[in-house]
């Protein structure tokens, strides 16, 4: 087996037993990127000469006989919307195409602090609004399973280039099932944390009170490490939970004797591809072989969420893009008559069509006459969303349902109707809204040979459960093995 097909616990294992070294693993991971990258087109920026520094000072640890961390010499893409200090940070956007971020992120210092290697960073839907990466300025990413599909969105970029081999692992942000949903699409393991869990300090804003950070990974123990290194309370953003973080990988019990687990009857509907619910059942079946005892929950609100997202979520982006205006930073318009006329010029230019859209939504709820029939309202709502998953963790210990409603489509099938395209994420919006823990995990392909994903969802902070849950399931299934056959150039 090629060392970029190899999990980072395995990998980890290697370097210490000086089997490998970092370097020969760094550039061996270029050498794949090399191979397949101009089909899946997943890096926006490569930064092959700081990840051979970082990975021969790892060497040099190693050599010493340190006690090097499990992230140490690990390659990783980091999805662009994470400040990186001395590289470009562009969102997706043309109004950030020129801007190098002058300082890292909270979870970029946590990984350098574990010695892990920056490869790059991934392409993605611009300012994380879409949900096939289709909506980047720069480039289309492309699914490994199937070129001509997409590879989910908004973190399209960070889950194709693990699951094409261009990544051991990365990172990516899920606003309304970011990280979930693309996970699902290209068959890896995809994980948004609790809210608050990870600190949002550099994460550059849509929606403040949505998004999290979380990781993309091979298995669900490789889930596990990537939370160990990057959790944790943050001084630097008022919203990080001041909670004690576990050692997550004590979580990986294979064994689940007991353990209660909700199914929402509301979560499988007419709207559910036939393929994607026939595998679902079916690990659901394997839960109950194992000694899961399944429940049926009921989510009211559900129906509510996909239009109170779509109102909450422009809302605070309207806010947060305000500030991409051309004076401090970014792309600036060139010509223009006077100051208004260089705000509206430079808007126009550098936001794409989506990004309008949503900020044109958010103001319009926002603004005078509206603000309490839509964004109040919207408010109320999702209070009544986070109380339905509050009765149901009464009862149960973790809700499973599908990840997307369908496999991978096309690139270009829903560009023209934005409504289909927000479908995608309606099983995965609720749990943004309700600030919950979800995990997107392997549990079949279609016949077409695209896979599905299975979503394990818990209370917040309950991360551990939904490890344990999602383990077992690996043990006992073979799906999260399964590499698409991408041939290299």
């Known amino acids: 087996m090629s060392l970029y097909e190899l999990t980072a616990h395995v990998l980890h294992e290697q370097l210490k037993a000086r089997e490998i070294t970092a370097v020969e693993l760094t550039q061996s991971m270029y050498d794949r990127i090399g191979a397949v990258e101009e089909q899946i087109k997943g890096y926006l920026t490569l930064t092959k000469d700081i990840a051979l520094e970082s990975a021969a000072a790892v060497d040099a640890g190693f050599e010493r006989g340190d006690e090097m961390p499990p992230l140490a010499g690990i390659p990783i893409a980091i999805k662009d919307v994470i400040c990186t200090k001395g590289v470009l940070t562009t969102c997706g956007s043309e109004i950030l195409g020129n801007f190098v971020s002058p300082y890292d992120a909270t979870v970029m210092t946590k990984l350098h602090q574990q010695g892990a290697v920056m490869l790059g960073k991934t392409n993605m839907d611009e300012f994380a609004m879409g949900s096939s990466t289709e909506n980047s300025a720069y480039q289309t990413t492309h699914n490994p399973w199937n070129l001509e599909a997409i590879p989910g969105g908004s973190s399209g970029g960070s889950a194709a280039v693990v699951a094409a081999g261009e990544a051991i692992c990365s990172l990516g942000s899920d606003t309304g099932g970011s990280i979930r949903q693309p996970a699902s699409?290209?068959?890896?393991?995809?994980?948004?944390?609790?809210y608050g869990r990870i600190s949002r300090f550099g994460l550059v804003a849509f929606a403040s009170s949505l998004d999290q950070i979380g990781p993309f990974t091979r298995d669900v123990t490789d889930c596990a490490l990537l939370l160990n290194a990057t959790c944790g309370h943050d001084p630097m953003d008022s919203t990080s939970a001041n909670l004690p973080v576990p050692d997550f990988t004590e979580s990986l019990i294979n064994d689940i004797e007991g353990v209660k687990v909700g199914i929402p009857h509301e979560y499988f509907t007419a709207g559910i591809d036939a393929e994607v619910g026939e595998s679902v059942r079916r690990a659901i079946a394997v839960l109950e072989e194992n000694g899961a005892r399944i429940e049926e929950v009921s989510l009211p609100?559900?129906?509510?969420?996909?239009?109170?997202?779509?109102?909450?979520?422009?809302?605070?982006?309207?806010?947060?893009?305000?500030r991409y205006d051309g004076v401090r930073y970014g792309f600036r318009a060139d010509e223009v008559d006077d100051l208004g006329d260089m705000y509206r010029q430079t808007r126009s230019q550098g936001f794409g069509e989506e990004v309008k859209r949503r900020v044109m939504l958010g103001t319009y709820a926002l603004s005078s006459g509206y603000y309490d029939a839509y964004y109040l309202k919207a408010q109320k709502v999702r209070t009544l969303i986070k109380s339905d998953f509050d009765q149901a963790f009464e009862k149960v210990d973790v809700v499973v349902t599908p990840t997307s409603p369908t496999a991978a489509f096309k690139i270009g099938e829903r560009t023209a109707d934005p409504l289909q395209m927000y479908l995608s994420d309606v099983l995965t919006t609720p749990a943004n809204l309700a600030g919950l823990p979800g995990i997107s995990i392997p549990c079949g392909l279609t016949s077409d040979d695209l896979p599905i994903g299975l979503q394990i969802l818990a209370a917040p902070f309950e991360e551990e459960k939904i490890?344990?849950?999602?383990?077992?399931f690996e043990q006992h299934t073979d799906h999260h093995r399964k590499r698409p056959n991408l041939s290299s150039q």
Do not use: F, Q
């Not at 609100?301 to 305000?322: C, F, G, K, Q, V």
């Open 467 to 472: 490890l344990r849950v999602a383990y077992t």
């Open 185 to 194: 699409l290209c068959g890896v393991v995809g994980m948004k944390p609790t």
């Open 301 to 322: 609100h559900t129906d509510y969420a996909m239009a109170t997202y779509y109102i909450i979520a422009p809302a605070e982006a309207s806010a947060n893009l305000a």
